[in-house]
C-alpha cells in the first residue's frame, strides 16, 4: 500500500500520507512506477522523509523547488524537517 | 468547451443574473438588507467600511463596490447612500460608470425621506430590474470569457498536496483554453516571492511581484509586525511544514505552471483573456474572494484543507479539499474531494478535468455548496485604522 506521496519528480524528499514508524517499506508512486525504501526513523503523517541521499549543504526539494538546504547529511529514509533543513530566504537579497 | 451565459451591455458574460442593492456604507447597509429581502434575485452585503477612512482606505471599498456592480454577474444596481458619508453617491456612481454601462439607480435615504420612504423607492427600482434580468436568455460562450479567482483558506498539509495542485491544473487549463486565473494572497506568497516572480512574463511583472510583497511588509512593520518571523507557525510546524518557501510554495500551487501576464492591486478590473494573473490580496479568505469578485471574476474555486463555509454574494465559490476525512465531515460544505490524488486512486489531469468540468457546470448555473447554504459573507481590505 502507498504510505508516501512524491509531488513532483525533481524531490528529493517524499511526503508521508499515513503515519510510517522506524524500519517500515515506504512505498511511493513515481510516474506509474511503485517505489520503496527503508524508513530509518518514526515518520509523523504529513512530514517527510528523503527518497536520495542529500549532502550537507545541497537544496532540500520537494514541489521540484528549493525549499531550504541541508544542514547535515541526510539519508534516505531519515526524516526531514526543521532539525536538519534550514530555510534559503535569508539568502535571498 | 464551452458554458451557457448572460451576454452584458459592455460585453462581458456572467454566470448569475443578480439585481445588486449596493450600500454606499455602513450606515446604508441595514436599509439594502431590507430592499434585498423584498425582491427574488436582488443580493446585496454588509459594507463596514464607506465613512471615516482616509483616502487609501476609502479607495479599497470604492474598488470594491464598483468592482461589484461592474461584475458581470450582476445585471443592475441599486445604490443605497445615506447621504452625508465620505462615499458620497456621484462619486460611486462616477467609479461604477467608469468600469460599465449597465443598469444602475440611486437612492440618497436622507433626500428622499428617510428609510421607509428609500426602500419603498429603492424596491420598485429592484423590482424593475429583476423583472428585466429575467427576460434575458443565456447564449453559448467559449470558457475563455471567464475569469475564476482561486483561493486557500483553512489550510491543512494536504491543501499543498492535492487540493492547491489540483486548482493548479484547472488554472493553466483555463489558461490554455483563452481564459484569465487570478492567483491571490499576497501575504502567502511571502517566502516564494522570488519563485513566483522567476514565473513572470516580463521585467516589468517581475518587480511588481516583489513589490507587491515589499509593500504588504513594510505596511505590517509599520504596526510592529513581521510576516516572516514566526512563520512557518509552530502549528504548521508540528503539522510537516519545515520551511516559509515551503508553506508558501504549497499556495502558490494554485496558479499552475502558466507565466504570469500582471499583477493587479486590490479590487481592480481584470482583464479577460489575460491569462495567470495576481492581484494582491490579504489571505483573509472573505476580503480576498471579495477583491476578485470585484476585479470581474464570475467564479472562484476554493481549497481548504479544514473545511470553510465561504461563500460570496454575486460569485458562486467551488469548494475543494484534499482530505479524505475533512470532506466526509464537511460534504455540505465541500464541492469535490481531491484527496484521491494522495493515494494514488486518480491522477492530476484526471482531478483537474473534473474540476474543470465543474467549474464550467457552475458557469451554467449549477449551485455550489455555498450558494445551496445561502452563503453570502465578505469583507473588504483595510490598510489602516478609522479617523
Redesign the interface.
Same mark, same amino acid.
Given at each position: 500500500m &502507498?504510505n508516501a506521496?512524491r509531488?513532483d519528480p525533481a524531490d528529493n524528499v517524499v511526503?508521508? $500520507?499515513e503515519p510510517i514508524a522506524k524500519g517500515e517499506v515506504v512505498e511511493f508512486?513515481a510516474d506509474g512506477e511503485v517505489r520503496q525504501l527503508t524508513a530509518l526513523e518514526d515518520i509523523? $503523517? !504529513? /512530514?517527510?522523509l528523503a527518497c536520495r541521499d542529500i549532502p550537507q549543504g545541497e537544496p532540500?526539494i520537494? !514541489?521540484g523547488? /528549493?525549499?531550504?538546504s541541508a544542514v547535515t547529511d541526510i539519508k534516505t529514509g531519515q526524516h526531514? /524537517?526543521?532539525h536538519n533543513?534550514?530555510? /534559503?530566504?535569508e539568502n &535571498?537579497d | 468547451m464551452t458554458f451557457y451565459g448572460y451576454e452584458r451591455p459592455d460585453g462581458r458574460v456572467g454566470v448569475r443574473n443578480y439585481v445588486l442593492i449596493l450600500p454606499a456604507s455602513v450606515c446604508a447597509s441595514d436599509t439594502t438588507r431590507i430592499v434585498a429581502q423584498q425582491v427574488n434575485g436582488a443580493v446585496t452585503f454588509n459594507n463596514q467600511q464607506g465613512c471615516s477612512q482616509v483616502e487609501s482606505d476609502q479607495q479599497l471599498t470604492m474598488d470594491v463596490m464598483a468592482g461589484y456592480a461592474a461584475n458581470p454577474n450582476v445585471y443592475g444596481t441599486v445604490v443605497v447612500s445615506l447621504g452625508c458619508e465620505n462615499c458620497q453617491m456621484d462619486l460611486v456612481v462616477k467609479a461604477i460608470q467608469e468600469r460599465t454601462n449597465k443598469p444602475l439607480k440611486q437612492v440618497i435615504i436622507q433626500e428622499v425621506g428617510g428609510t421607509l420612504k428609500a426602500v419603498d423607492i429603492a424596491v420598485r427600482y429592484a423590482k424593475e430590474m429583476a423583472a428585466e434580468a429575467s427576460l434575458l436568455q443565456k447564449k453559448e460562450f467559449p470558457m475563455s470569457e471567464l475569469i475564476v479567482g482561486t483561493e486557500c483558506g483553512g489550510s491543512d498539509p494536504t491543501s499543498g498536496l492535492a487540493a492547491n495542485p489540483v486548482i493548479g491544473e484547472l488554472s493553466d487549463r483555463l489558461v490554455k483554453d483563452g481564459g484569465c486565473s487570478i492567483l491571490s494572497e499576497t501575504t502567502e506568497f511571502i517566502g516564494a516571492e522570488h519563485i513566483l516572480a522567476k514565473r513572470a512574463a516580463t521585467p516589468e511583472v517581475h518587480d511588481r511581484i516583489l513589490e507587491i510583497v515589499r509593500r504588504y511588509e513594510k505596511a505590517l512593520r509599520l504596526v510592529g509586525e513581521e510576516v516572516r518571523e514566526g512563520n512557518p507557525s509552530p502549528g504548521n510546524k508540528a503539522g510537516g511544514i519545515t520551511t516559509l518557501e515551503e508553506k508558501s510554495l504549497g499556495c502558490i500551487h494554485k496558479g499552475g505552471h502558466s507565466p504570469v501576464m500582471a499583477v493587479y492591486d486590490y479590487a481592480k478590473q481584470v482583464k479577460a483573456k489575460g491569462g495567470l494573473v495576481i492581484m494582491d490580496t490579504p489571505g483573509n479568505d472573505p476580503s480576498s474572494v471579495a477583491a476578485m469578485a470585484a476585479g470581474g471574476a464570475q467564479v472562484v474555486v476554493f481549497s481548504s484543507g479544514r473545511g470553510s463555509p465561504t461563500g460570496n454574494p454575486i460569485v458562486p465559490v467551488v469548494k475543494i479539499t484534499g482530505n479524505k476525512l475533512t470532506f466526509a465531515k464537511m460534504e455540505d460544505n465541500i464541492d469535490l474531494d481531491a484527496s484521491p490524488l494522495i493515494y494514488g486512486e486518480k491522477t492530476l489531469e484526471e482531478l483537474g478535468g473534473e474540476l474543470y468540468e465543474l467549474v464550467r457546470q457552475v458557469a451554467c448555473g449549477r449551485q455550489t455548496k455555498a450558494e445551496a447554504l445561502g452563503f453570502t459573507e465578505m469583507a473588504i481590505a483595510r490598510v489602516c485604522n478609522y479617523v
Open positions: &502507498l506521496m509531488i511526503v508521508a $500520507i508512486d509523523t $503523517i !504529513y /512530514h517527510k532540500v520537494k !514541489y523547488q /528549493h525549499i531550504g526531514v /524537517h526543521v533543513v534550514e530555510s /534559503h530566504s &535571498l | -
